[in-house]
């Protein structure tokens, strides 16, 4: 069965989960009840059956992938002048080659800042061929994916510069016949995105070195780019600029948010739909909208049990990226992205007034790239380790560029 109609399959099974659902949620009879627990128990099997078999069919693109990866590196291996060997091919080495050896031999090499975003969450995309004998496997991810969802500015050659916005509209009026016509004028403002100096330091295998030069320098970009993607991540929502050093101006400290933050003493049945409710204005519900939360913030969502004891959230963790998800409240479906960054409200030493929780459309952030993202590295830093230091550093900004684009979500006391 091909991957699509195996997704076409599990929709199908999750939009007959959410009409069970909105069944259970809408009787009260008690064998109706039971039926209807009984569909939801094979359909739950059904769905976690093709899933696996998602799953299968998936990991068989990743290596049939990787195996076309390692024919194109064949196909443009370069022989010895006085090979003999006639089936050999003589072509040029690829551009992405000569980079790689001269990295492996210069120690330097300075990448394109839209180039940064390459190096996904959900990783898998800079995978070791299995024919090197010293084979580097990854940790968990660390970094969060709103780095991703942000909008994202090639800002190479600019300094600062502001992004201008409308905070208000005006509102017409009514004049009998005569008088002077209603003056209601929209109001405008603008956010400043300042450039900010971000240093990497971050150590690799010097087991490194004994892949092939294409797959050093992947090796190396990559380790370098999720330490500054993993503290972009972080400033993204809670960046101070007026720390010192300055920090990117993080959502929590953006000028542009005047609206009051949504309160809460504690995660309850009623905490997703009133912040999904509140944000947007008093004419909007804004349905593509994202929450970043703290992973025990996420549990406590889990933990909240209705007057029937049965759980009130159902929380279904992306497949592909284990860092997003989607909490679902009857109807309401509301996806979230897991960030460090930003405290627990559920936590008894998150201290009253702190914002623990952000909400809205990731692409009212703008994060402008200001210059190429330079790496070196040494051999000599952590010799005795027996590790490879890598050092990069970056300019980048950031701000939010829309009128009230999040909405913030405050701890209070009782």
């Known amino acids: 069965m091909n991957k699509e109609k195996l997704l076409s399959l599990i929709n199908s099974k999750q939009a007959k989960m959410d009409e069970l659902v909105k ?158 016509y209603a003056e209601s004028d929209p109001t405008f403002d603008y956010a400043t995105l300042k450039p900010v100096k971000i240093t990497i330091y971050t150590e690799v295998s010097d087991e490194t070195t004994k892949l092939t030069p294409v797959n050093y320098l992947a090796k190396v970009q990559e380790a370098a780019l999720v330490a500054l993607r993993k503290k972009v991540a972080k400033l993204i929502p809670v960046g101070n600029p007026s720390a010192t050093p300055a920090e990117i101006t993080g959502i929590t400290n953006a000028t542009a948010i005047t609206a009051s933050a949504t309160t809460f003493v504690a995660i309850d049945e009623k905490t997703l739909r009133k912040i999904a409710m509140s944000y947007g204005g008093d004419e909007n519900i804004v349905g593509n909208a994202v929450l970043q939360v703290n992973k025990n913030d996420l549990i406590a969502f889990g933990d909240v049990r209705g007057s029937d004891k049965k759980a009130v959230y159902e929380i279904t963790p992306d497949a592909s990226n284990p860092n ?18 930003l405290p627990a409200l559920s936590a008894t030493g998150t201290a009253a007034d702190s914002l623990c929780m952000i909400y809205g459309v990731p692409s009212a952030y703008e994060l402008a790239l200001f210059s190429p993202y330079n790496i070196k590295v040494s051999t000599e830093a952590a010799f005795k380790k027996g590790m490879i230091a890598v050092r990069g550093e970056v300019m980048v900004g950031g701000n939010v560029v829309a009128a009230n684009g999040f909405e913030l979500i405050k701890k209070v006391a009782a």
């Open 324 to 341: 997003a998800g989607i909490i679902k409240d009857g109807g309401l479906s509301v996806r979230y992205i897991i960030n460090s960054a």
């Open 23 to 180: 069944r259970s949620n809408a009787t009260e009879n008690v064998e109706e009840l039971r039926g209807i627990k009984t569909d939801m128990e094979s359909l739950n099997k059904d769905t976690a059956d093709l899933r696996s078999m998602l799953e299968e069919v998936e990991a068989e693109e990743q290596r049939a992938a990787q195996t076309q990866q390692k024919k194109t590196i064949l196909a443009t291996y370069v022989p010895a002048k006085n090979t003999t060997d006639p089936d050999v091919r003589n072509t040029e080495p690829s551009d992405l080659e000569k980079r790689a050896a001269a990295f492996k031999e210069s120690k330097a090499v300075e990448i394109n800042p839209m180039e940064m975003r390459s190096i996904t969450v959900a990783a898998g995309t800079l995978a070791t061929p299995t024919n090197v004998q010293t084979k580097i496997n990854d940790g968990f991810n660390e970094v969060s994916s709103i780095v991703d969802m942000v909008k994202i500015t090639d800002a190479q050659g600019m300094g600062e510069y502001q992004v201008p916005y409308i905070s208000g509209y005006g509102t017409g009026g009514i004049k009998t016949e005569g008088q002077d």
